[in-house]
């Protein structure tokens, strides 16, 4: 078997986690060889170590290829799509070496998923994709430069590798017509396998870990975790730490992560006192984190509605944490807030909105505490590890049967 992502351990956010416990748990009962790049997400600067040409660490039945291609500095359709095309093409090089019984694509990126989908047509092997964004509707919805131009394109890529697929998997039942409609797949080829919780709640004293990161115990601390991209329009964050430093309200918004945007938005946030812009934790203390924020958030730029759910909701709900979600009201994001009751819902790109939101929790600590229990027990319910890696264990004997 073979699965196909430019993510990978040891990157800690986006696809890559999933992906790795998805390869990991697969080796248990078939020889998997990832086909993957080189650690460069979400900072877009290749990891230190990671230079080499090819390199290939193998653990039991797991083993992992790790291509060099390119990683640009700068997001614009071009560069994208120089990054996309340089892995697409170590993908079907190194696919000259390897003859596999399945292919399994991770998408985005549209053009490795197409070129997984060459590698399955000339192997003869059956493809299976699993979709964590619409990259079609990413195009269109980012605000990359010269990204409204090629959606199009994209889309076209995009739809084709999915029709050619024996299997589609998606992340929320919202996917589900969008593919059917945007891509052409026919809706008997889908299957709806939730991403799952990787943190717990943590045991570490929380008023420890605020005064480390020089939080005061009066301060609502409003966190932002995760990739500082196109798509999160984390501007918004910064406008609204601006009103309330002008309102003298105590609240502090930490954006912590790292991301194509992060200069931008450290240049934006000079002279506010009630903006922190963090780096990314270890995976170990990420948690930690959360539970010592009293709000998490989810702000996504103006426009956005299709592209994907974010997968930092999952650790968000289990940390019990009120959300409150800066989004367009039609967003998976909005529909999974608004099913597990995790928190207040606001326009994106409206700052003052989202002061308000988070002014109103800080008030109502009882109402916090109701949306936080809510979030949690929706994580009990619907991201469970267990039951979604042994469902991408069927699936994979489905692709194998048919």
């Known amino acids: 078997m073979v699965l196909i992502s430019p993510y990978f351990e040891p990157e800690h956010s986006g696809s890559a986690p999933y992906v ?15 086909l993957t790049g080189v650690p460069h997400y979400p900072e877009w600067r290749v990891t230190p170590g990671y230079d080499r040409w090819r390199h290939v660490e193998t653990e039991g039945d797991l083993e992992v290829r790790r291509l060099r291609h390119f990683v640009p500095r700068t997001q614009t359709a071009v560069t994208r799509a120089l990054y996309e095309a340089s892995f697409a093409a170590r993908v079907l090089l190194e696919s000259l070496r390897i003859r596999p019984d399945v292919v399994v694509a991770f998408t985005p990126p549209v053009l490795s998923t197409a070129a997984a989908a060459a590698v399955a ?18 195009a269109r919805e980012s605000g990359i430069r010269g990204g409204a131009r090629v959606a199009g394109l994209v889309a076209g890529i995009e739809g084709a590798a999915l029709r050619r697929a024996r299997g589609v998997v998606v992340l929320h039942r919202q996917f589900v017509p969008l593919v059917q409609q945007l891509a052409g797949v026919d809706g008997g080829r889908i299957e709806v396998i939730r991403n799952w919780s990787r943190t717990r709640r943590t045991t570490h004293e929380r008023e420890a870990t605020r005064a480390g990161l020089g939080w005061r115990p009066e301060e609502c ?34 954006l912590m992560g790292d991301g194509s945007q992060r200069p931008a938005l ?57 959300v409150v979600l800066a989004s367009a009201p039609d967003s998976p994001a909005a529909a999974e807030v608004r099913e597990a009751q995790a928190g207040p819902q606001v326009a994106s790109g409206d700052p003052g909105a989202l002061l308000e939101a988070v002014l109103e929790l800080q008030a109502d600590p009882v109402r916090a505490r109701r949306a936080g229990q809510a979030g949690l027990s929706f994580a009990d319910r619907e991201f469970d590890a267990t039951g979604a890696l042994a469902r991408y264990s069927a699936w994979v004997k489905r692709l194998l049967s048919h």
């Open 266 to 322: 450290e240049r934006l946030a000079e002279g506010v006192q009630r903006v922190s812009i963090l780096p990314p934790v270890e995976e170990a203390r990420f948690g930690e984190v959360l539970d010592a924020a009293d709000v998490l958030l989810v702000n996504e730029k103006p426009g956005v509605s299709e592209m994907s759910v974010p997968s930092k909701l999952t650790a968000y709900f289990r940390a019990g944490r009120p």
């Open 121 to 138: 047509l000339s192997r003869r092997a059956p493809l299976g994709v699993v979709v964590h964004d619409l990259a079609g509707s990413g």
């Open 20 to 34: 790795t416990q998805v390869a990991q748990h697969l080796a248990h009962e078939y020889k998997v060889t990832v």
């Open 221 to 254: 601390v409003v966190v932002h975790s995760g990739n500082m991209g196109m798509k999160q329009g984390l501007e918004n964050v910064v406008l609204a730490a601006r009103l309330a430093d002008e309102r003298g309200e105590a609240v502090r918004f930490v």
